[in-house]
């Protein structure tokens, strides 16, 4: 247990701390030595290197958090009793395991391509500061340390990007399953109406389960979502500018892998939201749907007082400021369009060509 604390403090210290200063050091004792190519290729990778200390460093203070939204998910699959359910769950569990895997593939495709297009050039490709180390004279050896450092941080970004994508896929798991149960309610001729009334409560009791893992996730969310909207739009305005005027066709590809992934780091999650807020809409036409109208009193407003919780839609918010969706984050990508914009009007890529 004391080994796996140091290791973790060592990681922790060396990712999230001297990885970012290592990148900034470089700036200011070599700045003259970088050409534009190298420039832009270092500081697209160091904006998003401190955007993902940030968000990992949130995601840490999250833990607690996490752990309450497992207490109720656990409350969840316990209603999950027959076949019919469990494969629906097993299901958006190996949808989860996809997410991680393709990520896992896109981000290291990137890592790889990246450091093969520049070391193949005899050109660092992250220009990162390792002291008693010259960058020239021992260029293999700080390349490779510089491979190393950004697989950790890659894996590190890796991490804080999917944990939230998979939550809220396990999320509308159970949104499903609720869904499901709502339009069978009152379906099974011979019961008495205590047991329909148990049964409509037991899905009012799966909603705010429901509810509650996802507020307890509201607030680990609401910060990473948040820094990575600020940094999307400078990120990919920059990647933009890159390959429109400083790029080859080897540095290009892997320029535009790290678009990509800079795309997937809000883009699936953002549209996951957006499915969810219609879930909920089609929560409360199951409930309108099902067969109600010869239920007894006590059923009637037990139904009218669900019916009006469904219809709020869950919303997550990033930072409390932006509504985590689909036209949020379009908005932010209209802001890489916007640097490129003010790039080429003023010619300013010209003057560093």
């Given at each position: 247990?004391l080994h796996y604390?140091?290791?973790s403090?060592?990681?922790?210290l060396?990712i999230?701390?001297?990885l970012p200063?290592?990148?900034s050091v470089?700036y200011?004792?070599?700045?003259k030595?970088f050409?534009?190519?190298?420039?832009?290729s270092?500081i697209?990778i160091?904006v998003?290197m401190y955007?993902?200390s940030?968000?990992s460093?949130?995601?840490m203070?999250?833990?607690?958090?996490r752990?309450?939204a497992?207490?109720?998910?656990?409350e969840l699959?316990?209603r999950?009793v027959?076949?019919e359910?469990?494969t629906?769950?097993h299901?958006?569990?190996?949808?989860?395991n996809f997410?991680?895997?393709f990520?896992?593939?896109?981000y290291?495709?990137?890592l790889?391509s990246n450091f093969?297009?520049?070391?193949?050039?005899?050109?660092?490709?992250w220009r990162?500061y390792f002291p008693y180390?010259d960058?020239?004279?021992?260029?293999?050896i700080?390349s490779i340390?510089?491979?190393i450092l950004?697989?950790?941080a890659?894996f590190?970004?890796?991490?804080t990007?999917?944990?939230?994508l998979i939550?809220?896929?396990?999320?509308?798991?159970h949104?499903?399953?609720?869904?499901q149960?709502?339009?069978n309610?009152?379906?099974?001729?011979?019961?008495t109406?205590?047991?329909?009334?148990?049964?409509?409560?037991?899905?009012v009791r799966d909603h705010?389960?429901?509810l509650d893992y996802?507020?307890?996730?509201?607030?680990?969310?609401?910060g990473?979502?948040?820094?990575?909207?600020l940094l999307?739009?400078i990120?990919l305005?920059?990647?933009?500018?890159?390959?429109?005027f400083f790029?080859?066709l080897s540095?290009?590809?892997?320029?535009?892998l790290?678009?990509?992934?800079?795309?997937?780091?809000?883009?699936p999650?953002?549209?996951?939201?957006?499915?969810?807020?219609?879930?909920?809409?089609?929560?409360?036409?199951?409930?309108f749907q099902?067969d109600?109208t010869s239920?007894?009193?006590?059923?009637?407003?037990?139904l009218?007082y669900?019916l009006?919780?469904?219809?709020?839609p869950?919303i997550l918010?990033a930072?409390?400021?932006f509504p985590?969706?689909m036209q949020t984050n379009?908005n932010?990508?209209?802001?890489?369009?916007?640097?490129v914009?003010?790039?080429k009007?003023?010619n300013?890529?010209e003057?560093f060509q």
């Amino acid at each position: 247990d004391l080994h796996y604390k140091l290791w973790s403090t060592f990681v922790t210290l060396l990712i999230f701390i001297l990885l970012p200063i290592s990148v900034s050091v470089e700036y200011i004792q070599r700045f003259k030595t970088f050409s534009a190519g190298e420039f832009l290729s270092s500081i697209q990778i160091g904006v998003n290197m401190y955007g993902s200390s940030f968000k990992s460093y949130l995601t840490m203070m999250g833990y607690k958090k996490r752990q309450e939204a497992k207490m109720s998910l656990d409350e969840l699959d316990k209603r999950c009793v027959c076949d019919e359910e469990r494969t629906i769950v097993h299901r958006h569990v190996a949808l989860g395991n996809f997410c991680y895997i393709f990520y896992h593939i896109a981000y290291t495709s990137f890592l790889i391509s990246n450091f093969l297009s520049f070391i193949m050039k005899r050109i660092h490709a992250w220009r990162m500061y390792f002291p008693y180390v010259d960058p020239e004279k021992q260029f293999y050896i700080s390349s490779i340390a510089e491979v190393i450092l950004r697989g950790w941080a890659v894996f590190m970004d890796l991490c804080t990007d999917v944990c939230p994508l998979i939550s809220m896929v396990i999320a509308r798991c159970h949104i499903t399953l609720l869904k499901q149960r709502l339009r069978n309610l009152r379906s099974e001729p011979g019961r008495t109406e205590d047991e329909y009334l148990k049964e409509l409560a037991d899905c009012v009791r799966d909603h705010r389960l429901i509810l509650d893992y996802v507020d307890a996730l509201r607030s680990v969310f609401s910060g990473t979502i948040f820094v990575q909207f600020l940094l999307i739009g400078i990120v990919l305005g920059l990647s933009m500018i890159n390959i429109m005027f400083f790029s080859t066709l080897s540095t290009g590809v892997a320029v535009v892998l790290f678009m990509s992934c800079v795309s997937m780091q809000t883009f699936p999650f953002c549209y996951l939201c957006n499915m969810i807020m219609d879930d909920c809409q089609e929560m409360a036409d199951s409930l309108f749907q099902s067969d109600w109208t010869s239920a007894d009193r006590r059923y009637k407003s037990t139904l009218v007082y669900f019916l009006h919780n469904l219809q709020q839609p869950i919303i997550l918010t990033a930072g409390g400021v932006f509504p985590i969706s689909m036209q949020t984050n379009l908005n932010m990508v209209k802001l890489a369009f916007t640097v490129v914009t003010i790039v080429k009007q003023f010619n300013l890529a010209e003057k560093f060509q």
